[in-house]
């Protein structure tokens, strides 16, 4: 926050449910602009940086803190952290009060040069700072830069109390026309996991392996087919079903923890399981996921979300399925 008024759940009233769902600037926000007064500078620099801020209160009463015409500060969205009561807001919902054309009132003497948003939670509490949070915001984020043109880096998204680090100071000075010492805060504070979200607003690249890559292993009863032609490289690899265990395995090494989307393909045909059970591994132990091999060859079919652990990503393809079919093992891709 600019201003230091803590927040409770009943000094001001609770922002519409009716607001509308989306704002012209960015889909996923609520548009809760600001109306009856300008809390902001139609002009300015250029925004050249992006100010992650802690309301020290919550997401809807905060809103509507912020979006008082009394109150002399503003900042571009909010975001939510968690569902606090009945009623409240869902986790990572995001909020618009001031147009990004314009320049809120977040940062004192760096309000014309950047974009500020201001978090549900506290400096001294992590438990605000969710993972809906950090999902929601690094998207974002990545949306200023995106569309401002500024590095996705931590020279460019700081934090309100960026002061406290000699290396930004320096860089800023030199680099963003700001006096970087002109804010007091300390928001959004040491709790905030800066290492988790910038690699949110930077996913590694997809992990794809086919095959005939390192990471797959299946036994000798595993054919090797070259003849379909929607298959992913220039083979695949195939088993009669039965009601034995001998799963065909793709395994990519160093993928960092996350959130991923787990697809597959396959080369497709009526001799193939329409229930081909893929097993896939995650934080959470592992899940069994039956596709239909005779329909959507040629393609990534997704599998499911999951969480990882940092490490090794694994699916395996089982050969218990309904006999008198074959079930394909070809590919699987991580995203993040
Ligand atoms: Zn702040």
Not at 15 to 21: D, F, I, N, Q
């Amino acid at each position: 926050m600019n201003t230091k008024q803590f927040l409770t759940l009943s000094s001001v009233s609770l922002v519409g449910a009716s607001a509308a769902l989306a704002t012209a600037d960015y889909g996923p926000a609520v548009d809760r602009m600001i109306t009856g007064c300008s809390k902001w500078y139609t002009s300015g620099y250029g925004h050249k940086f992006a100010v992650v801020h802690s309301m020290e209160g919550y997401y809807l009463t905060g809103t509507s803190y912020l979006r008082r015409c009394d109150i002399s500060a503003s900042c571009h969205y909010t975001v939510n952290g968690k569902t606090d009561y009945a009623g409240d807001a869902a986790p990572g919902e995001i909020s618009q009060l001031v147009r990004e054309a314009y320049y809120a009132w977040h940062a004192t003497c760096w309000n014309q040069h950047s974009l500020g948003t201001e978090h549900e939670g506290f400096v001294g509490n992590p438990a605000w700072f969710t993972d809906a949070m950090y999902q929601a915001s690094a998207l974002l984020h990545r949306h200023f830069a995106d569309k401002f043109g500024f590095a996705k880096d931590r020279n460019h998204i700081v934090g309100h109390g960026e002061k406290s680090n000699a290396a930004w100071c320096s860089y800023a000075s030199a680099n963003l026309g700001i006096n970087p010492y002109c804010n007091t805060h300390t928001d959004p504070g040491p709790y905030w996991n800066w290492t988790y979200f910038m690699s949110l607003i930077n996913p590694p690249a997809p992990v794809v392996v086919d095959n005939s890559n390192a990471g797959f292993t299946a036994s000798s009863a595993w054919a090797t087919g070259t003849a379909a032609g929607d298959k992913y490289g220039a083979n695949y690899r195939w088993r009669s079903t039965q009601a034995v265990s001998d799963p065909a395995s793709w395994s990519a090494s160093n993928l960092p923890a996350g959130t991923y989307k787990i697809y597959a393909w396959w080369s497709a045909g009526s001799n193939r399981s329409t229930a081909a059970p893929y097993i896939v591994y995650h934080s959470g132990g592992s899940t069994t996921v039956t596709m239909n091999q005779q329909a959507n060859g040629g393609k990534w079919n997704l599998l499911g979300t999951f969480n990882l652990n940092a490490g090794t990503g694994k699916v395996s393809l089982s050969c218990w399925a309904p006999s008198g079919y074959v079930v394909v093992a070809d590919a699987i891709k991580w995203v993040r």
